[in-house]
Antibody, heavy 120, light 107 residues
């Protein structure tokens, strides 16, 4: 079955760079119709789409966060990595990775999410 | 970026009620809209794609409609397990964007 699992630090300091890894199983990152997105959700707030890597390797980023984000994938390891630079306390959030079914750009499988706190 | 505005932001209804949530896009997104359900402490779940297509396994009391800039999500008969926050998401243009969510509570 399809699963996604986020991993990374639970606590980062202000100005540091956050690196999160999404390890997927049950589908291939080289599948021509599947990609992976990263979404975040501050405590008690709405979902915010961050970045997406398509099956062909094309990438897309949130307009407001584009300068701070980098998404990449390692197909052989079934992993998608997101880095976010210059972390700030307002970036405290649960970060989710999700599979995107490209025909409808629908996020059909989600990881459980990982809470990242930014604090000194 | 395309802005998605949901209303209401919160809603209280009784079991058995018909519940409607609206989602308005800041520009024409044709039918490129998905709906998600998020229960407390859980990841979101995809319910509807393409504005009106129910995902496999999703109860038929859920439905969606609309095109262009105005969309509607309906629960025909509210059940206790439907308590959640619901989000719309457009995919007509990158970057994809979500609505701010509608929190549904039982009266």
């Amino acid at each position: 079955q399809v699963t996604l699992k986020e991993s990374g630090p639970v606590l980062v300091k202000p100005t540091e760079t956050l690196t999160l890894t999404c390890t997927v199983s049950g589908f291939s990152l080289s599948n021509s119709r599947m990609g992976v997105s990263w979404i975040r959700q501050p405590p008690g707030k709405a979902l915010e789409w961050l970045a997406h890597i398509f099956s062909n390797g094309e990438k897309s980023y949130s307009t407001s966060l584009k300068s701070r984000l980098t998404i990449s994938k390692d197909t052989s390891k079934s992993q998608v990595v997101l880095t976010m630079t210059n972390m700030d306390p307002v970036d405290t959030a649960t970060f989710y990775c999700a599979r995107i079914r490209e025909r409808e750009s629908a996020l059909d499988y989600w990881g459980q999410g990982t809470l990242v706190t930014v604090s000194s | 970026d395309i802005q998605m505005t949901q209303s209401p932001s919160s809603l209280s209804a009784s079991v058995g009620d018909r519940v409607t949530i609206t989602c308005q896009a800041s520009e024409d997104i044709r039918k490129y809209l998905n709906w998600y359900q998020q229960k407390p402490g859980k990841a979101p779940k995809l319910l509807i794609n393409g504005a009106s297509n129910l995902e496999t396994g999703v109860p038929s009391r859920f439905s969606g409609s609309g095109s262009g800039t105005d969309f509607t999500f309906t629960i025909s008969s509210l059940q206790p397990e439907d308590i959640a926050t619901y989000y719309c998401q457009q995919y007509d243009n990158l970057p994809y964007t979500f609505g701010q969510g509608t929190k549904l509570e039982i009266k």
